[in-house]
């Protein structure tokens, strides 16, 4: 005879001798009634029992997560210089992931801290809103662990009975698809297709309505939340403005040496190095020269302090999605061409990406900015604290110039350097 159990969680969870009450859904030649048994539960199979024949099949059930299967995720360490972040939802309550994969990013003052998942699973509950700020060691989100793995497990195949162990009728017989269930069995319960409690992440404020002026011309607008690194990056420059005594001097710089050089070598670097041969390596290095003959350039304020370091970090300031990031070439005065050409590739990259971490930025002596990719001809860039100097690049551009009395082509370098005047002298 064949049978059912309705509602019957999983018996995995269940201990030895359980007593547990079954709903026939299909008679049974039994004296009196059947009405409960006692059995041992293996891998969610009813086998033989005493006094009863069953065959043996496989049966659908929902899992009930305890208390040991459920992570509840912290906010990661931040560096000592920060406390606090916004936190941004990539996944939504319901949904499932795998190991190490991303949750949600945390964007700070400085850069945008990952959050992937611990273990693989389901994710059970968002307990921060989209976009609202969290602290360090705050919880996050609730993970069920294992709940993806076991949803997305197919059902096995029930196994053939065997013939040693049938029963002597049984096995006289011949071999006979069991009987198809009723038409009038319940259906098990579907297992939920959308996600238990969603968070709905905070959505941007959406523009006005459009006003339209009597002569049909619109005048709609768009408000979009600023980050906050940017915040951060207007706060430190509109205070570098308000506490430093700042001097810009303007030179320019005859590029034709440089440029021949590198379509000499453009070629042979690529081949050997397996990275293109820019102009940014040639101004980190004489830079690099030029702060170890003039080291009070290289000078930081700390407090009431000057600080000469004697050695080179050169911060290079890089436009990302996210804003304006500085990222540090260290001991610039110990590396060639190539080792800068390939660090600021990988630091660019990073910063595209979003992946730059704190210590990717933090310190640095001097700066380098390079307004020239964007035209610009001539600028005053904005000292990064605590450093003392920095160095605006611009567009390099044909110029006529008087060379010994005669009038030359050349490729001019708009230069200007940015200076604490307290400090440099």
Known sequence: ?????????????????????????????LAPPLRSLSFVPNRNRLWRIPALQFESRYFRTTSIASADDIVVVKT???????????????????????VDELVAEIETDKTTIPLNAPKGGVVLELLAEDGSTVQAGQ????????????????????????????????ASKPDVPPSPMPETMPSPSPLPSGPISVITPTPI???????????????????????????????????????????????????????????????AFLKKHGIKLGFMSAFVKASAFALQDQPVVNAVIEENNIVYRKYIDISVAVASPKG???????????????????EINELGTKARDGTLAVEDMDGGTFTISNGGVFGSLYG??????????????????????????????????????????????
């Open 1 to 29: 005879n064949m049978a059912c159990i309705s509602a019957f969680r999983r018996c995995s969870r269940l201990h030895a001798n359980t007593t547990i009450r079954i709903r026939w859904l299909k008679p049974v030649c």
């Open 76 to 98: 990661p360490p931040f560096a000592e210089s920060i406390t606090e972040g916004d936190i941004r939802w990539e996944k939504a309550a319901g949904d499932a992931v795998i």
């Open 139 to 170: 919880d996050l989100f609730k993970l069920e662990v294992g709940a993806a793995a076991s949803g997305a497990s197919a059902t096995p195949p029930a196994p053939e009975p065997s013939k040693k162990d049938a029963p002597a009728d049984v």
């Open 205 to 267: 404020p959406e523009s006005p309505s459009s006003t339209v002026t009597s002569s049909g011309i619109s005048r709609e607008e768009d408000r979009v939340k600023m980050s906050r690194m940017r915040l951060r990056i207007a706060e430190r420059l509109k205070s570098a403005q308000n506490t430093c005594a700042m001097l810009t001097t303007f030179n320019e710089v005859d590029m034709s040496n440089v440029i021949e050089m590198r379509n000499r070598h453009k070629d």
């Open 324 to 342: 304006l990031v500085v990222p540090v070439l260290r001991n610039c005065e110990t590396k060639n061409f190539a080792d800068v050409e390939k």
């Open 380 to 425: 005053t860039p904005i000292i990064n604290p605590p450093q003392s100097a920095i160095l605006g690049m611009h567009a390099i551009v044909d110029r006529p110039v008087a060379v010994k009395g005669q009038v030359k082509r050349s490729q001019v370098f708009p230069t200007s350097i940015h200076f604490f005047e307290v400090v440099i002298r």
